[in-house]
Every structure is written in structure tokens, then in C-alpha cells.
């Protein structure tokens, strides 16, 4: 089981940066896929980013490349994205999400924190 509890977000100009962290509970977080999602209005959810295990590897939506950055501590139970150059339409709820390294659907899901771009 894991709670997952994100916070960071904000209100930016485009071209502006925010960071966005999710806190992590229980002890096996190292066994977890760390994934950022978001939804605009109107929108479905769609995926931003994902981080393994230990960091190495990452996947980023052809959106967001070049702009957002995740990384996580494994020590601190934290996952993080720094988001940079943002545009308006980066404007959604983002989710922070987990799901264990041998399956491939997120179980765990925040909250959610608002990101609104304007410009």
C-alpha cells in the first residue's frame, strides 16, 4: 500500500517554472515505478513522465521533452518534477502515481495538484 500526497502547484506565466513534488509513504517506495500524469479540463488523463526504480531511466511524453525533468530520492520516499519553459497548455491537475516494477498498470494515484500556465 502506498499514499502518495503531491504539492508544488501553482499559478505561472508562461515561460515560467514550477516544481512539483509527491511524498511517498510505506517502505518498499525503490519497489515502485514513479509516474506524472495530468488532465486538462475537458481532457482525459493522459501521461507526462515516469522514472524506474533507481532513477536511471526515464520516459517523457514528446510534449513535455526538453522542458520537464522528474527525478526521484529513494532515501526521502520523494519523487519530483521540475517543469520549465511551461505554456498554457500545460495547464491541468497533475497527478502523481505508482505502480509496482512488474506490472503495468498505476495503482496508486494522489490527489492531484492544480498547474495553471497563463499567458
Known amino acids: 500500500q502506498v499514499q502518495l500526497v503531491e504539492s508544488g502547484g501553482g499559478l505561472v506565466q508562461a515561460g515560467g517554472s514550477l516544481r512539483l513534488s509527491c511524498a511517498a509513504s510505506?517502505?518498499?517506495?525503490?519497489?515502485?515505478?514513479m509516474g506524472w500524469f495530468r488532465q486538462a479540463p475537458g481532457k482525459e488523463r493522459e501521461f507526462v513522465v515516469d522514472i524506474n526504480w533507481s532513477g536511471g531511466t526515464t520516459y517523457y511524453a514528446d510534449s513535455v521533452k526538453g522542458r520537464f525533468t522528474i527525478s526521484r530520492d529513494n532515501a526521502k520516499n520523494t519523487v519530483n518534477l521540475q517543469m520549465n519553459n511551461l505554456k498554457p497548455e500545460d495547464t491541468a491537475v497533475y497527478y502523481c502515481?505508482?505502480?509496482?516494477?512488474?506490472?503495468?498498470?498505476?495503482?496508486?494515484w494522489g490527489q492531484g495538484t492544480q498547474v495553471t500556465v497563463s499567458s
Open positions: 502515481a505508482a505502480k509496482l516494477v512488474s506490472t503495468k498498470v498505476y495503482r496508486y
Open positions: 510505506g517502505r518498499t517506495f525503490s519497489s515502485y515505478v
